[in-house]
């Protein structure tokens, strides 16, 4: 399901970080190696990244598989950024395969991303929606589970919550209402948030940056394996991990 990656630290390009590497996000589109469910990424791509002087973050989105948009290589290749979210998509069955279902959904300054399902979509929307404001389901970009996630997670990043706290909390309520996996990443361009919870996920910081992705996009040093129901946080080189919050149940 899916493959995702969040950096953060000193500017780079699009591609540095997604293209050059040798099992980059790019190549995860066709070779993932540690990618349990699915077999391949084709269904759709985004990327999403900040401009030094604007707080609203650029997004890249197709509905076509990565290898196969010439345009993004070429725009990936000269736009920089200190903050960037992208991932490919292999779409959860009977979800949309538009354009506006792949990551990273945004809202101001947020961008996010969700590696996994709901199960028993559309069935189980009526036990994770409840108590969301009407408001919210209108502005969902596509009908799909992950869009209802970054609803779930807006509405608490709006009350205040922190970042890490929102994701967590959002993947336990919705993993004990519905049973699925919930592997979320969230920046504002300062921070990073993410957690596993029924996928992998592995980070890796240095005196470049910090960065948090499904699976390494190299086979060099330093890189970490996130525990499973863990959340994630990293910011000013720093990263924390502290467990899920209960309840959650094991992922299926
Ligand atoms: N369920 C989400 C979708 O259909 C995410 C899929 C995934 O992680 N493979 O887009």
Redesign the pocket.
């Known amino acids: ?4 990656i969040a950096y953060l630290g000193n500017s780079l390009s699009l591609a540095d970080l997604l293209i050059a590497p040798a099992f980059g996000l790019f190549r995860q589109s066709w070779a993932p190696r540690q990618q349990q ?2 077999a391949i ?1 084709a ?2 791509f985004g990327a999403g990244w900040y401009a030094e002087d604007d707080v609203v973050p650029a997004r890249y989105r197709r509905a076509v598989p990565i290898w196969a948009d010439r345009s993004f290589a070429d725009v990936a290749r000269v736009s920089r950024s200190h903050c960037i979210l992208a ?1 490919v ?5 009977t ?2 395969p538009d354009e506006s ?3 990273p959904f945004s809202s101001g300054p947020w961008l996010f991303s ?5 199960n028993g ?1 559309p069935g189980s929307v009526k036990h994770l929606a409840a108590g969301l404001p009407a408001s919210r389901l209108l502005e969902m970009e596509a009908p ?3 869009a209802l996630l970054w609803a779930l997670v807006l509405e608490r990043l709006e009350r205040g919550e922190e970042p890490g706290n929102a994701l967590g909390q959002t993947a336990a309520d919705a993993s004990a209402a519905a049973g699925g ?1 919930y ?1 979320f990443l969230l920046t504002d361009g300062h921070r990073i948030a993410a957690t596993a919870c029924g ?1 992998t996920l592995f980070w890796r910081a240095g005196p470049d940056g910090v960065a948090v992705a499904s699976e390494p996009f190299d086979d060099g040093p330093g890189w970490r394996s996130v525990p499973e129901n863990t959340i994630l946080t990293a910011a000013g080189g720093e990263v924390a991990l502290r467990p899920l919050p209960a309840p959650w149940k094991d992922s299926a």
């Open positions: 399901m899916c493959r995702h469910y699915g990424n269904d759709g991932a998509r292999s779409a959860t069955e979800m949309a279902a792949a990551a969700h590696n996994g399902r709901v979509w799909v589970d992950s996996r592997n996928d």
